[in-house]
């Protein structure tokens, strides 16, 4: 399976991103997928995940209120709406499927 993340970038506190990670090579529809993060010197954290129906989801109390996970399983794809980015926001955040396939990232910084 491989999963490939992408919508990262620069973006000052305050705004929004949506990042993308497209699935293949296995039963999309049969996976949790999970959003993490990692910044620099930090270890990776479990910033939101959602069910193979799209049906439950949880976030991180750090994220609760401004990131938004769902899913398209006729597209493959799960995504991550980021609303009020901070600059603690800042980290390369990865997808991953149930407990099997990550993805290689894509980098978030937030700053003026």
């Known amino acids: 399976g491989q999963l490939v993340e992408s919508g990262g970038g620069l973006v000052q506190p305050g705004g929004s991103l949506r990042l993308s990670c497209v699935a293949s090579g296995f039963a999309f529809s049969n996976y949790v997928m999970r959003w993490y993060r990692q910044a620099p010197g930090k270890e990776r954290e479990l910033v939101a995940g959602i069910s193979g129906t799209g049906g439950p989801t949880n976030y991180a109390d750090s994220v609760k209120g401004r990131f938004t996970i769902s899913r398209s399983n006729a597209e493959n794809t799960v995504y991550l709406q980021m609303t009020n980015l901070k600059p603690e926001d800042t980290a390369m955040y990865y997808c991953?499927?149930?407990?099997?396939?990550w993805g290689q990232g894509t980098q978030v910084t937030v700053s003026s």
């Open positions: 991953r499927a149930g407990v099997e396939f």
